[in-house]
């Protein structure tokens, strides 16, 4: 009888040692997970800055690059052909004298120094839009349409917004504008438009570029998803990535095409300092 | 006849609330639309074979007739359909190959030990629960389970474990294995038309098991989504 006592007393003790290991392990999974889900998230925090920080690097590096082509095309060539055209002037008022045929070649040539002198003009321009830095997007983005009118049969208008615009930080104006050259670019390139229509919104948060045009129009997806074709598009989005911003693109009731680029006024790129690299390179969790 | 069946359901009511009980997750996987997942479809299975069973024992109980025979069948059904359900749910391809054959294995070695307890077999009056199956599913099911565990970790894709639903039906099964994996033994000595001995209190923890396996069951269906399941 008190074997059997004994048993029961030792069955209970074993059930209730294995309940309490079931529910052990039933809170350590609920727990453990959860921490690491909380870890995971930071990781890949680090990561997306980490990788924002590279991209940042990089157009840092284009556009110091361009910088100094600008600089080279403007100081070196800019000057050796604004050389070349007084010289041909002086040789082109001692031909003059001698034969009417030389003179004609003269011409020729110092038309054709004249025209390289403004290519070469146009392409530090383009380069370096001195503008931007000097007078603001507005400004920048109407010199820009100008020029692209003069050369096009094309109409592109530009809506500044209702209050002028104040200057933001210079990476946020580098942005809209190379965005704005890029989405112009492509109008122009692939939809067969005859008129763009760009405006700048603004308000406490956010500055908005809309680029619409009548063209033929676009599919994101299989846009992005083809090799080459949707590099301009990937180059926009990682422009965006840096200053926290987005891009939307949707079909304009004409047939055409709009995007809607949103920057924030004050980034967290500009007021955070970023993550510093990361000296070791994490093993990707299977999802 | 309905004042027997209601003589025994007050006689044993905690051992008749387990029969009642099995409707509640049963009703709410059809109310949520569960049965879309092969999992839960095979949860449901068992559900209405385990509700068929207990009613059948629950008349038998209630005509003074052993009705061990259907428990000892019920083992068979629970473990294979219960098992079954991580055939879907495991994604090692090994996991998955492996389920079968240990479930065949276990059917085969649950007819040995029911053949083993019961050496007048054609007497059902004197059936017996088995010896070492229960102790066997109880473990293979803790193993299953705690494997799922292990998976359910390393692969990080659910964010939320208190809303997944298969999270809340496998610490049910925990919990219930648990349990079971100690007392069952006894059960064969414990639980017979004459019995050698009497367990007392520990024969009704089994029924609060029950109770609590279904209770966790219901959680888990509860959370289930349908839509949720279909967009995934």
Known sequence: ?287 | MLDQYLFYFRHDILANITVIVTLLPLILIMYRKAYVDPSFRLLLIFLILRFIIDLMMFHFATYRMNNLMLYNLSIIVRYALLSGMFYFKFESSTLQKLIIPVTVTFIIFTLWDVWNCNPAFNNFNEHRIVKYAVTVEALLMIFWTLTYFYELIRSLKIPSLFTFPFFWICSGLLVYYSGLSFVSPALHYAVRWESMFEIGFLDRILYIFDIVIMLLFSLGIWVFSARYYARH
């Open chain 1, 1 to 287: 009888m008190q074997d059997i006592e004994q048993m029961k007393w030792a069955l209970l003790i074993g059930t209730l040692a294995m309940l309490m290991m079931a529910f052990f392990v039933i809170s350590f999974v609920l727990f453990y997970q959860k921490r690491r889900f909380a870890e995971e998230k930071k990781l890949s925090e680090i990561e997306k800055n980490h990788s924002r920080l590279l991209l940042d690097t990089a157009l840092n590096s284009e556009e110091t690059e361009r910088r100094r082509i600008a600089q080279d095309l403007h100081d070196d060539i800019g000057t050796m052909l604004s050389l070349t055209k007084l010289s041909l002037n002086q040789l082109g008022k001692s031909i003059g004298e001698n034969g009417e045929k030389d003179e004609q070649i003269m011409k020729k040539t110092q038309s054709l120094v004249e025209e390289t002198i403004l290519h070469v003009r146009r392409i530090t321009r383009e380069l370096v839009p001195t503008t931007l830095e000097r007078f603001g997007l507005t400004e920048a983005i109407d010199e820009f349409i100008h020029k692209l009118e003069e050369g096009n049969n094309l109409t592109i208008t530009f809506q500044p917004g209702s209050e002028e615009l104040p200057r933001q930080g210079q990476k946020i104006e580098l942005t809209i504008y190379r965005i704005m050259q890029e989405l112009v670019n492509n109008a122009i390139k692939h939809a067969n438009c005859t008129k763009i229509d760009i405006s700048l919104e603004m308000n406490e948060e956010f500055i908005g570029l809309r680029v619409s045009d009548n063209g033929i129009g676009f599919d994101v997806e299989a846009v992005k998803e083809g090799h080459l074709a949707g590099l301009g598009l990937l180059g926009i989005e990682s422009r965006l990535a840096i200053v926290n911003g987005t891009v939307q693109y949707s079909k304009t009731g004409n047939g055409g095409s709009t995007a809607l680029t949103l920057v924030p006024v004050r980034s967290e790129a500009q007021d955070s300092k970023p993550e510093p690299l990361h000296p070791f390179r994490r093993e990707r969790v299977n999802l």
